[in-house]
């Protein structure tokens, strides 16, 4: 994205939504096209400190720790000679919908303010984590991996938290996970990690560390103030297991009405997604979430990837009208009526309220 000298975001197209130094893509109000694939100049920033400018040429990734046999140092080239694998899944902000706490749950969260865009859909070239750790020689008393992060450490209240990093389970790091240099089929920008970052299919942003330095292998579990202060669910209820986050919950919006007027045909059409699962249902509501029907999936279906829905509806009469979504995903998994409620706003799922007014 296109910053002015002092960082702020230049929006050319009037596609983002400002918060800060960070955007989330407007995807509301644009009948004319919601992408399969968001173009890499629509897709969401999120920045904890200033993106690095960083030297392809220079650049290493280092594979350190306990928990491989040989530590590495390597270039984009190295990476690039050990394979190529490519996918196109979602990227989703673990506080994306946090503004809707305070719209529909009538508490304000803190945090930006996101509505439903802080997450796009890229295809990711890179080459397996799995891949890179086989080439360190991991150990069998290995249990996570240390993401880190080459931006500057990041300060709050004047207390130093170190880089940004967050710890990936070994199970997940062997799976999906990706070293990625391609977005979209272009090198990553700056603001999306260049020269490589980590995706983690279907688990929250944070997971898929930018401007990746060193990957930290060891035998015993680590956190970062990534897993324990941020990132993590506080407040009443949560504890333990349950308040760890990793894995997005199922989601959908209602992105296009068609022109509403009574007794005239139009196609409701939107997206629903889920975290390491595709879509089952998507059903509809056009009277407020007391009847519901289903909608069709159109097109790709993918795990951890969005796919589109529509539903036909002719209005009965004019006036306000409630519209909703429900997404059900491949393991069962449907969006609630309300959010469990956090103190930082983390991942709310809950059904969207889609007011329209039929003419
Ligand atoms: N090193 C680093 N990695 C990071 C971040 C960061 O600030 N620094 N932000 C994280 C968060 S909170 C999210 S939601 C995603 C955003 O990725 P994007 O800006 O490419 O959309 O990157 C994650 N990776
Ligand atoms: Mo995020």
Wanted: charge should be negative; aromatic fraction near 8%; include cysteine.
């Amino acid at each position: 994205m296109l910053r002015d000298s002092e960082g702020r975001p230049i929006d050319e197209g009037g596609w983002f939504v400002a918060h800060g130094t960070d955007v989330e893509t407007r995807w509301d109000g644009r009948d004319d096209w919601v992408p399969h694939l968001t173009p890499t100049a629509r897709f969401f920033v999120r920045n904890h400190t200033e993106p690095p400018r960083l030297d392809a040429a220079t650049w290493r990734l280092r594979v350190t720790g306990d928990g491989v046999e040989r530590e590495l140092e390597l270039s984009l080239a190295d990476l690039r000679a050990l394979g190529e694998a490519s996918y196109e899944r979602t990227l989703e902000c673990t506080g994306n919908g946090r503004r809707y706490f305070a719209e529909q749950q009538g508490g304000v969260r803190p945090g930006t303010q996101w509505a439903m865009g802080a997450i796009g859909l890229a295809r990711w070239t890179g080459v397996p984590l799995r891949t890179v750790l086989e080439r360190a020689g991991l150990r069998p008393a290995a249990v996570q991996v240390m993401a880190v992060g080459l931006d500057a450490p990041y300060v709050e209240d004047g207390v130093d938290h170190g880089h940004v990093r967050r710890p990936l389970p070994l199970a997940k790091a062997l799976d999906d996970t990706l070293v990625a240099w391609e977005m979209n089929g272009e090198p990553l920008p700056t603001d999306h990690g260049f020269p490589a970052r980590l995706v983690v299919p279907g688990w929250i942003g944070i997971a898929s560390i930018k401007w990746l330095g060193e990957l930290r292998v060891t035998t015993t579990a680590e956190d970062s103030p990534w897993t324990t202060r941020w990132y993590r669910m506080h407040g009443d209820g949560w504890s333990g297991a349950d308040a760890v986050l990793d894995r997005m919950p199922p989601k959908s919006v209602i992105d296009a009405t068609g022109p509403l007027r009574a007794g005239q045909l139009t196609v409701l059409r939107g997206r629903a997604w889920s975290g390491e699962a595709s879509i089952r249902m998507v059903e509809v509501s056009t009277d407020g979430g007391r009847t519901w029907d289903e909608a069709s999936l159109t097109g790709d279906n993918q795990p951890s990837a969005w796919a589109a829905w529509e539903h036909p509806w002719t209005p009965a009469a004019p006036g306000e009208q409630v519209l909703l979504a429900r997404a059900t995903d491949s393991d069962g998994r449907t969006q609630p009526e309300l959010a469990a409620d956090n103190e930082d706003g983390y991942l709310f799922d809950a059904v969207l309220r889609h007011p329209v007014i039929v003419e």
